[in-house]
């Protein structure tokens, strides 16, 4: 069975960390450029990051630049999103998404665009509160 499952979602206070895992199964995400995307209550879906298919590509909405890294272990046919100094109004469902088309790219981040993503996860919730 092909999916994408998120993980490492929770509670966290502002100024704290998380890591988030995109782990893929039935399909290697080797081939494939991932997106992170995330979506806070009554708000739109927006890109909040992306990391080509070697990893030596990636791109990050302004917001998260210098607080978010995203990174990538093929051999264990995962992704990840470390989130430092977590603020509030990052407060939102995350979800990974692979394409084997998706062109990472700063606009592609801006507008939240999701032509050529084949496969989503369902969402790890983050929420930053005291």
């Known amino acids: 069975q092909v999916q994408l499952v998120e993980s490492g979602g929770g509670l966290v206070q502002p100024g704290g960390s998380l890591k988030l895992s995109c782990a893929a199964s039935?399909?290697?995400?080797?081939?494939?450029?991932i997106g992170w995307f995330r979506q806070a209550p009554g708000k739109e879906r927006e890109g909040v990051s992306c990391?080509?298919?070697?990893?030596?590509?990636?791109r990050y909405t302004d917001s998260v630049k210098g607080r978010f890294t995203v990174s990538r272990d093929n051999g264990k046919n995962t992704v990840y999103l470390q989130m430092n100094s977590l603020k509030p109004e990052d407060t939102a469902v995350y979800y990974c998404?692979?394409?084997?088309?998706?062109?990472?790219?700063?606009?592609?981040?801006?507008?939240?665009?999701?032509?050529?993503?084949?496969?989503w996860g369902k969402g790890t919730l983050v929420t930053v509160s005291s």
């Open positions: 039935g399909f290697t995400l080797d081939y494939y450029t």
């Open positions: 998404a692979a394409g084997a088309y998706y062109a990472c790219s700063d606009s592609a981040i801006r507008t939240g665009g999701t032509a050529g993503m084949d496969y």
């Open positions: 990391i080509s298919r070697s990893g030596s590509s990636t």
